[in-house]
């Protein structure tokens, strides 16, 4: 019988009524009907070739043929039982890798990561960086931020911002806009370049001249004085996003972790 095939019901439903001898008892445990069992039974015996039950006046027996597969069925479910605890484990544990830009994570995931590991000393994270594609397969990814409109084909959940926001530093610069890839349009053909808005708000702070950022990104620098802020924030249809697959999504780290993040 090919391994695809094996009827796994029609098993575990033995496995109930050969502990009971009875059919009401086993649908009893099985949150089904007896007519049920009775159903299951008959087609497993069905596809075995075996009678697995007689009734007696005594009540339900099992065949010499039901008796002789108990012993190796009860442990094979023991080891179902093994193999979905081995598979849960990565549910309990406490390590978790996340990508996001690179600037992101300097700016602002660490920090935070590091309040998240102060509360809970078990705690690990793996950060790769991923300012393009980002592949859950090939980085065994519990969680992802990118830059965009939305979770894009993934679960997710923005992280709040007031938009983007336009620094430079404190007691005010040179007049020039500085680009980064992703900027607004109205940067694009700024005489300053750089790589990406991390460095594009390191420039600012240096004098170089105004980048206007997401106002994520910007805001432990704000906070700190190195840059100020020109003017108001304003909103934008782009934003960081919170992402994964929903297998990942799912998991109560993950859960955790997106709540404690977008808190």
């Known amino acids: 019988m090919k391994r695809t095939h094996l009827p796994l019901n029609g098993l575990r439903v033995l ?4 502990r ?7 649908a009893d445990e099985l949150a089904v009907t007896p007519a049920a069992v009775g159903q299951q039974i008959r087609a497993l015996e069905d596809t075995l ?6 009734r007696t006046t005594k009540g339900l027996e099992l065949t010499p ?7 190796a069925l009860r442990a094979a479910f023991l080891q179902f039982e093994e193999s979905v605890r081995a598979m849960q484990a990565g549910q309990s544990s406490k390590s978790l890798t996340i990508a996001a830009p690179r600037d992101l994570t ?18 690990r994270f793996v950060l790769v960086s991923a300012d393009d594609t980002i592949d859950f397969t090939e980085a065994n990814l519990d969680l992802a931020i990118r830059w965009g409109e939305g979770p894009g084909e993934h679960e997710g959940e923005a992280l709040e911002s007031e938009g983007m926001v336009t620094v430079e530093r404190p007691g005010g610069g040179v007049d020039t806009k ?14 300053v370049r750089v790589g990406d808005a991390g460095l594009a ?5 240096a004098g170089l001249g105004r980048a206007t950022v997401p106002e994520l990104l910007a805001r432990g620098d704000l906070a700190e004085g190195k840059v100020v802020a020109v003017g108001e924030a304003r909103s934008s249809r782009l934003g960081y996003w919170l992402v994964a697959p929903l297998p990942q999504w799912r998991q109560k780290k993950v ?6 993040l977008a808190s």
């Open 178 to 191: 500085i680009a980064w890839p992703g900027c607004l349009a109205e940067d694009a053909g700024s005489l």
């Open 49 to 54: 070739g075996v009678v697995l039950f007689r």
């Open 201 to 205: 708000l390191d420039a600012a702070a």
């Open 65 to 71: 043929e039901g008796e002789s597969g108990l012993a």
């Open 255 to 260: 859960k955790t972790l997106v709540d404690a």
């Open 106 to 123: 300097a700016k602002w995931l660490m920090p935070r990561l590091a309040e998240i590991a102060r509360t809970d000393g078990e705690v």
């Open 20 to 26: 009971h001898l009875s059919f009401t008892r086993a």
């Open 15 to 18: 496995d109930a009524a050969a």
